[in-house]
């Protein structure tokens, strides 16, 4: 079949990958170029994890995507994850943390519960004051974005029956049809269409605005002190969420920089429009962390970005079909880059009848 894709992000690429492995003829357009600047997919490091609140499906879902990873590593030539461990902090008993021990135990995932006492003796570049849970796996790590991107535009150029078209913008679907309409008016027929447009999704399918919102997200790149350095070089991640709260942090590895995010969202904001920072902003995303990050306040901060989720108000991903010829991939909320080759694959299946459209979207959405 003839395939057009839309958007080159990680679930747009995974999907040509998938696709062309099973011998099918892609087409991609991506507004911009690859990696774009703009994208959701584009960053140091994305975070690979099993702890999932009380989301078995999504849980079961992260012991697929690795040997899905594996795959794509295996054709890349190389791999560009780091494993280092998972931190889940929570406080109020009952909060993510409890719920994310009570899935990984229905679902056969190790873990350790730590004293506070005990965690505070081997990470002493944390805080655990107000803390009374906390979990560790050994297993969860970071993928290197921005590499994964390029690498896998690399080798989908590299193969017969792919054409990646840069500058492109999609303006119009035919769901019935399987034809895009480009930014200049030509039409695309296709055998099939997927839409894998990122906080973009809206504009091209605005019927999807009542399930799907672009997202403005802050977070800083800082450098520890001296004396914490090393400490931060072996740190797992670090994971606080709660409802309406939370962060994350993400250690330096070879070639990134230790990153901190807010897991709230701010459901505002127009991915294409300027991404400066507005005043105040690091300060109000490092608050929290401040609280559990020693000594934050003799960190530099080395940047501050702003990037933009497409959020699902459940945090369930959408992949399912629009018509007879044309598939939507979205409302990933942050966390869909660790199952971008799960996801490719799985679409494949269901393309290729293998997958009723029914099964792929329960499956999505974490069923």
Known sequence: ??????????MGLSAAWALSRAGHVVRLFEQSRIPNPMGSSVDQHRLIRYPYGEQDGYVRMVAD???????LWADLGRSHYVETGTLALDHGGEGWAARSAASLDRTGIPYQRLSVEDAADRFPHLRFKGIDSVLYLPTGGTLLAEPIVADL????????GIGIHHHERV????????????????????DQVIVAAGPWVTKLLPHLGSRVTPSRQVLAYMEPPAHLAEAWAGSPMVLKIGHDTGFYAVPPVPGTGLKIGDHRFSLEGDPSAPRELRPGEIDALLAEAR?????????????????????????RFLAERLGPKAWVLSGFSGHGFKFGPLIGEKVAAAIDGKMSPEALAAWAAGS
């Open 65 to 71: 995507a690795y040997p899905a990873w594996d795959r």
């Open 1 to 10: 079949m003839k395939i057009s894709i839309v958007g080159g992000g990680i």
């Open 153 to 160: 535009e690399r080798h989908l150029l590299s193969r017969t």
């Open 171 to 190: 303006d119009a679907l035919d769901a019935a049809s399987g034809t895009v309409v480009l930014a200049g008016g030509r039409e695309v027929p296709a």
């Open 291 to 315: 609280e559990h990050l020693a000594e934050l306040s003799s960190y530099k901060l080395v940047e501050g970005k702003v990037c933009f989720y497409d959020v699902e108000p459940r945090e």
